[in-house]
């Protein structure tokens, strides 16, 4: 089993700062799902990856495989970007193993 | 693109009635998808994997007999909750995606409120 941890588990940030939201996993896997999941329920899948650095407008992923970690960036914060934020990984052959989610709620 | 449509979004029924949710893709052919439920305040826990045209392969914990899925398209699959009781209550929500399912992005419903009274 895929042990995927978060951190922190709940964050407040006022609007504009750089946020940062760690996850690590414990075995190998395929690949690190981001996603972001609104107060009304609905989930967005914002970044894939399997190595590297992905970005996207204000979000920015990095991975680093060896250690088993990955990072989700989120430059000059708003409070739209306010939501529950989940790592998962997946492995070949095998299920989603989630991560316990980030509570981000940024003040204007 | 790639919108997974899931429907209804919110459910509220009696206890002992079966409850039926469909997921559907809606401009790609979802050959992998996946049902979760989630409780207030906790992360997402996958209940089964469907592949078209395969028996589903459920979580261990997860009663095959309580929450049937059906994967008969390629754009569509139900979970459907077998009488239903008040802590079969949850959000469940459905992802899809193409194959290899482990190294493509998932595109999730927007979930399905259930409450059982």
């Known amino acids: 089993k895929n042990e995927v941890e978060q951190s922190p588990q709940n964050l407040t940030a006022q609007e504009g700062e750089f946020i940062t939201i760690n996850c690590s996993y414990s075995?190998?896997?395929?690949?690190l799902h981001w996603l972001q999941q609104h107060p009304g329920g609905g989930i967005v899948s914002l970044f894939m990856?399997?190595?590297g650095k992905k970005k996207h407008g204000r979000l920015i992923a990095t991975i680093n495989i060896q250690e088993k970690h990955s990072s989700l960036h989120i430059t000059a914060s708003h409070p739209r970007d306010s939501a529950v934020y989940i790592c998962?990984?997946?492995?070949?052959?095998?299920?989603?193993?989630f991560g316990t989610g980030t509570s981000l709620t940024v003040i204007p | 693109g790639a919108v997974v449509s899931q429907h209804p979004s919110w459910v509220i029924c009696k206890s002992g009635t079966s409850v039926k949710i469909e997921c559907r893709s809606l401009?790609?052919?979802?050959?992998?998808m996946f049902w979760y439920r989630q409780f207030p305040k906790q992360s997402l826990m996958l209940m089964a994997t469907?592949?078209?045209?395969?028996?589903?392969?459920?979580e261990q914990g997860v009663e095959k007999d309580k929450f049937l899925i059906n994967h008969a398209s390629l754009t569509l699959s139900t979970l459907t909750v077998t009488s239903a009781h008040p802590e079969d209550s949850s959000f469940y929500i459905c992802?899809?995606?193409?194959?290899?399912?482990?190294?493509?992005?998932?595109?999730f419903g927007d979930g399905t409120r259930l409450s059982i009274l």
């Open positions: 990856l399997s190595s």
């Open positions: 998962a990984s997946s492995e070949t052959g095998n299920q989603f193993y």
């Open positions: 469907s592949n078209e045209g395969s028996k589903a392969t459920y």
């Open positions: 401009d790609f052919q979802a050959t992998t």
């Open positions: 992802s899809a995606s193409t194959q290899p399912w482990d190294y493509q992005p998932q595109h």
């Open positions: 075995v190998g896997i395929s690949a």
